[in-house]
């Protein structure tokens, strides 16, 4: 499929808004070839669709690779969605060290959603050093006081 860029935004645009009204279906057919093609909004999009088989079968081999793809292009919330991943062992083996060093990509873009995790990650000691004042800045940075 020879697309061109305005094209592509198009495309991207319909497969957001179908996304985004539950259109799952028609957001795969939509999202997935720009997917193919290194879009990360498209890539992240697709992975959420592919993990939890909306639009498709669940497929968490194309999740992660598309959820990583993503992430790896910069995509906070691809980063985040990664750091869940192998936070919970969803899609790949767990590893919390993985996991807390996807969740700080995220929180270093100002995701505060990732800056609470990694606050309770610091705060346990999971994947990361125990350490009661990074747990503290970070939800600082996330706009809790509290756990």
């Keep these: 499929m020879n697309q061109t860029p305005d094209d592509q935004s198009m495309a991207l645009a319909s497969g957001i808004a179908a996304y985004e009204s539950k259109q799952f279906s028609r957001a795969v057919g939509l999202l997935r070839p720009l997917a193919e093609v290194g879009e ?15 639009g498709m079968q669940p497929n968490p081999l194309l ?9 790896v ?10 750091g ?4 919970e062992g969803e899609c790949t083996a767990p590893d919390p ?8 990509k995220a929180a270093d ?8 995790i ?12 125990q350490d009661p004042a990074e747990a503290a800045r970070w939800r600082a940075l996330a706009g809790f006081d509290e756990r």
């Excluded at 990360?40 to 909306?54: E, K, S, W």
């Excluded at 292009?73 to 990664?82: I, V």
């Design 84 to 87: 869940f991943m192998y936070l």
């Design 40 to 54: 990360a909004q498209a890539q992240y999009r697709v992975a959420i669709m592919a993990q939890n088989g909306l």
């Design 63 to 71: 999740a992660y690779r598309y959820m990583h793809a993503a992430a």
């Design 73 to 82: 292009a910069g995509l906070g919330l691809a980063q985040h969605g990664l």
């Design 109 to 116: 873009q100002g995701l505060a959603g990732a800056q609470s």
């Design 118 to 129: 990694l606050a309770n990650l610091y705060e346990d000691g999971r994947g990361v050093p």
């Design 97 to 104: 060290q993985r996991a807390a060093a996807w969740f700080r």
